[in-house]
């Protein structure tokens, strides 16, 4: 946010400009400074590995790699036809009141935005190799969260110990899906459709197939 260099900003206003320039600009400095936070942030405690998650890291991975060369990376991968029209959905919440665009043109804006960061994504992907990258379906999070956390550990070589997996069950117990209600929403309400979404991901779903078999609920 302090470099003024944030998808969250293309969230919260629809300004074509800044979109086009946040996509192709050069974010190098912006994670130089993030990691210089983290740093300031982590002082005391040297040895603690971080953790960190945003979608917006899709679209710049190399100027990530350029402050973090070596970062592991965690995957998650949805149906686009349930992912575009969830995000669709969250953005148009968060639209300032006097830039609350079209619906139909906001899911075509949308579709385009997360297409690219998938194909800049993807590409990083086959050069990383399966051994910076774990891919993980978002619904063998839903469905046993904490093999998933034990998979992630593995993959990078660091323990999960007892203490920590005994605290995510306890959270998971007292934190049910659906505990806080369902978000709702389809790509109708959008303007959009499953099989353009489909087609703007074909790529993506060539690579990973099993993501067609997601259930929709």
Not at 1 to 18: D, L, M, N, P
Not at 19 to 38: I, K, N, P, V
Not at 202 to 210: K, N, Q, V
């Amino acid at each position: 946010h302090q470099s003024f260099a944030r998808v969250t900003f293309e969230c919260i206003a629809a300004v074509g400009s800044y979109t086009r320039w946040w996509l192709d600009c050069d974010m190098r400095s912006a994670y130089a400074r993030h990691r210089d936070q983290l740093k300031l942030i982590g002082a005391h405690e040297p040895e603690r590995r971080w953790v960190l998650k945003h979608p917006s890291h899709l679209f710049h991975i190399e100027a990530r790699l350029a402050a973090f060369p070596d970062a592991g990376f965690v995957w998650t991968h949805r149906d686009p036809v349930r992912a575009i029209p969830s995000v669709c959905s969250l953005n148009f919440a968060f639209r300032l009141p006097d830039r609350a665009p079209d619906p139909k043109r906001h899911g075509e804006a949308q579709l385009e935005l997360w297409g690219r960061g998938i194909d800049r994504t993807l590409a990083m992907r086959r050069r990383l190799g399966s051994r910076r990258v774990l891919d993980v379906l978002q619904r063998e999070i839903a469905e046993d969260p904490l093999g998933v956390v034990r998979r992630i550990g593995a993959h990078f070589g660091f323990e999960v110990s007892d203490a920590a997996l005994a605290s995510m069950r306890r959270f998971r117990e007292a934190n049910p899906r659906g505990r806080h209600g369902e978000h709702a929403y389809r790509p109708e309400d959008y303007g959009l459709s499953a099989g353009q979404i489909r087609d703007r991901f074909a790529e993506y779903l060539e690579a990973y197939p099993e993501l067609r078999a997601e259930p929709l609920r």
